[in-house]
């Protein structure tokens, strides 16, 4: 299995971006991945990037 993506919401004040960031440290393999505009919901700027990143952890994109 590849690098699981985590995300990381930097808009978000409820899980804020050190937390993404300090399991990106504490999981093997992982791959950080930062969604400018997302916050605790998913609004819809945020589907095209978000599909992307797990588009590009399954392999299909």
Not at 23 to 38: D, K, Y
């Amino acid at each position: 299995m590849g690098p699981r993506p985590i995300t990381s919401a930097p808009a978000d004040l409820v899980a804020p971006a050190p937390h993404a960031e300090h399991l990106a440290r504490c999981v093997r393999g992982p791959r950080l991945v930062e969604i400018p505009v997302m916050g605790h919901a998913v609004r819809h700027q945020v589907h095209a990037p978000l599909a992307a990143a797990i588009l590009d952890r399954t392999g299909r994109s």
